[in-house]
C-alpha cells in the first residue's frame, strides 16, 4: 500500500459499499469493523440524503460523520445533526425550476430534512412520471407537494432534480447546461439499486471530495492521507484529489481510468476484499481520541 499512513476511507454507497441487489453483505460489514479496529476514520460519501441512507448506515452499524446529498450536506449521524451544508441560491433555484416545469417535469427539490421538516418538495401542478414514482416507492423520504416550485422561497433547498427516461434526462441536461453553464453543477446518475436515471442540479461549489475534506479537516487529516472508493461520476472529485482513489471493477470506464487503482465489481466482494488487504497489509495510526470527542462535542453548533 505504501509508504504513506492512511487514516480516513471515504466510500461510496450504491455501487460501491451496496451489492447490486442494494444490500450491505456480512463481508463488508466486517471488512468495515476490521478498518475501525484498525483506527481508521470510515466516512461514507454518498448522493442519497439521510433518510434514504439510515437503512445502511444502521446495517453497516457504524454511525459517524458522513457525507450525503452529494456533498451538499454533512451530518453527525450518531447526533442525528447537520453539521455543514451548501444551498442552493434561492433565485437561482427558482429559475432551474422553471425551465424544468416548462418542458413538463415534476421536480424534486431536496431539503435540509431537519430544517424544513421534509425530505422533497416536488412540483404538484405537473404530472408525476413513472420513473419519479417508483423511485419516490423505493424510499422512504417524506415529500410535500408545492403548487409551482418556480415562485417557492427555497430558503432550505440542497438540491434539485428530476427522475426520468435516459433520453429526456440527456435533452434536459443539455438545456440546462446551455442556459446556466457555471452558475450551476449538473450530473447524470443511474441508481442500480432503483433502476432509475437521475439529473441533479447544485450550487456550483458542491462535490463530495468537499465534503470528505470538511470531515477530514475536522480530525486533523490530510488529503494524502485519504482513500476514496467509488463507481459513478459523482465519486470523480474525491477519486482524483485523495491520496489513493479507488474504483469499483463495476465503475464506468472513464472512472477506472482515472483511479490509480481497480478493484473487483460489487457483485465479487470488491470493497470487502480491498478493506481486507488494507488491514493485512497497512500499518494504520489510530486516531487522537482527542481529536474525535472534540469534534463531537462541536456537533451542534452553527452550519456554514
Sequence with gaps: ???VKYKMIAIDLDGTLLSPQGKVTDRTRAAIHQCLSAGILVCFATGRNWTESRVVVDTVGHHHHAVFAGGAI???TKQEVTLHKMMVDPKLAREVCKLLEDAGHAVLA????GAAGVDYLVSDEVPVNAETMHWMSVTSATVHHVSKLSTYAHENTLRLGIVADPADVAKVHEQLTSQFGERIFCQKLFVPSAGVEVLEIFDPAVN???GVLHVARSHDIEPEQIIAI???VNDLPMLTRAGLGVAMGNAKPEIQAAAKRVIKSNADEGLAEFLEELVAQH????LDEDADDRAGAGAGE???
Excluded: H, I, S
Excluded at 431536496?110 to 430534512?113: A, G, I
Excluded at 500499518?283 to 489510530?286: D, F, L, Q
Design 1 to 3: 500500500m505504501g509508504a
Design 74 to 76: 454533512v451530518m453527525d
Design 110 to 113: 431536496l431539503q435540509d430534512t
Design 208 to 210: 463530495k471530495w468537499e
Design 230 to 232: 467509488g463507481d459513478d
Design 283 to 286: 500499518k494504520v495510526e489510530p
Design 302 to 304: 452553527a452550519v456554514a
